[in-house]
Each structure stands twice: as C-alpha cells, then as structure tokens.
C-alpha cells in the first residue's frame, strides 16, 4: 500500500536549534518527494521538490531535504530555527503510477520555536 | 493575487444540509485536485480533473459527494445530506500539465463544520 510516515508528531526546539524532520515512504514505482509548510492562519505552501538527480536538494528558507532510496526517507533539515519556522510541516510523495499524480501525504509534523 | 482561491472559508451547516464548495485554479492550470484534511491528520486525496474531465474518485467520496469542473475552468464540490463525520476542511489544489513533474499549489481550503 502507498503510505507517508512521520514519525515525529510534535517538535519543540528552541531557537537556533538544528532540525530534522523525519519521512518515510511506501510506493511503487519512482516518486517525487515534497515538503510542506502550513503557517497558522495560512494554506500549504511547497518548501521543496526531489524529482530526480542530485538527492540533496534544496528549499527555500535554508530547508533542505536528503532523498535516501535505501532508506526510502526523504528527512527534512535545518541547521537553524527560528521563531517563524512555527509551522506544521507535510511530507508528500507522488508519481507516474497513479496516473493522476495524486498526493500521498503523512500525518505532518507540528514545530514550535520558542524564542 | 493569481492563487488558487477558495469559496467560502468557513461553512456552518445543520446536519443532512447540502452545501457547495467553490475552487478557483490559477488559470492556466488544467489539472485541479480535491483533498480533505481532517484534525491531526494530512490531506487526503478525494479526486482528480483533467480540464473537464473527472478522471479518478477516492473511494473517500461516498455517493453523497459530487464533483464538476465545467468548462475545465473552476470546480464546485457538493456534499448532500451532510453528516457529522463531514466535518473538515477541504482543500483545492491545482496544477499545469501535461508532465507530471510540477508541484500543486494549494488554496486556503474551505473549513466545514456540521452540527
């Protein structure tokens, strides 16, 4: 079955704290990987994108996220938080075998930055 | 602003209502997904236009729940006979095609609550 885990519902970090936000995944075929941020108050907005080449890619922000295809992960980075980085944060993943490019996505991951 | 926009924000019925939903792509995007997203859980795909076409259901949408986009333009979403369980917000989203390789650029979701 298709899936997104996110094994870390609710982080606290203080700011300046490095982030990584774990995601797993369960999908046949190759896959496009996202991260989202939701803002209070705000829709989903894309921070990143992996489709294909170098697995480490870069968001805005200063994200960045590893594709490891052993691992079937795609963990999101930050070497620093800052009290704006307050969100809740999606894993998706997509591809050519669902015909639609429908999202998969996991539960989501709250962040609070306390200042 | 030239963002996928979403009518109304907040919905209030009375349970075994109908209600509709309005979602506005960005214009050239011929590609316009449905998503709910219920507390503490991320969105769930509930189905998919190309242009005009309704190409794929979720089996989330139940046969009280409708679906068009005329003139592969806008979308209206209708849930008749509203139900407890409906309660949600539901998000549109949008992409331009035909690739497959292009993140979709969300609304700010319609929140539902039936009583």
């Known amino acids: 079955a298709q899936s997104v885990s996110q094994h870390n519902h609710h982080v606290i970090l203080s700011e300046a704290a490095s982030l990584e936000l774990g995601c797993n995944y369960s999908?046949?075929?190759?896959?496009?990987l996202f991260w989202y941020v939701q803002y209070p108050g705000q829709h989903l907005q894309l921070l990143l994108k992996?489709?294909?080449?170098?697995?480490l890619v870069k968001g805005i922000k200063g994200f960045e996220a590893e594709f490891i295809k052993s691992k079937f992960s795609f963990n999101l980075r930050k070497p620093s938080v800052q009290w704006s980085d307050t969100a809740e944060y999606f894993c998706?993943?997509?591809?050519?075998?669902?015909?639609?490019?429908?999202?998969?996505f996991g539960t989501g991951t709250r962040l609070k930055v306390l200042a | 602003d030239t963002g996928v926009s979403q009518n109304p924000r907040h919905k209030i019925t009375k349970r075994g209502q109908n209600v509709t939903f309005r979602c506005d792509p960005i214009?050239?995007?011929?590609?316009l997904y449905w998503y709910r997203q219920t507390l503490g859980q991320g969105p769930e795909f509930l189905t998919y236009?190309?242009?005009?076409?309704?190409?794929?259901k979720s089996r989330l949408l139940s046969d009280r729940f409708s679906a068009e986009r005329p003139k592969g333009s806008f979308s209206t979403l209708e849930i008749q006979r509203t139900e407890q369980g409906d309660s949600a917000m539901y998000l549109c989203?949008?992409?331009?095609?035909?690739?497959?390789?292009?993140?979709?650029?969300f609304g700010p979701g319609t929140r539902l609550t039936v009583l």
């Open positions: 989203a949008s992409r331009p095609g035909p690739i497959g390789l292009a993140e979709q650029f």
């Open positions: 999908y046949g075929g190759t896959v496009n």
């Open positions: 992996y489709f294909s080449g170098d697995p």
């Open positions: 998706a993943v997509n591809g050519e075998s669902s015909g639609t490019y429908k999202y998969i």
């Open positions: 214009s050239e995007h011929n590609r």
């Open positions: 236009f190309q242009n005009e076409a309704q190409l794929e």
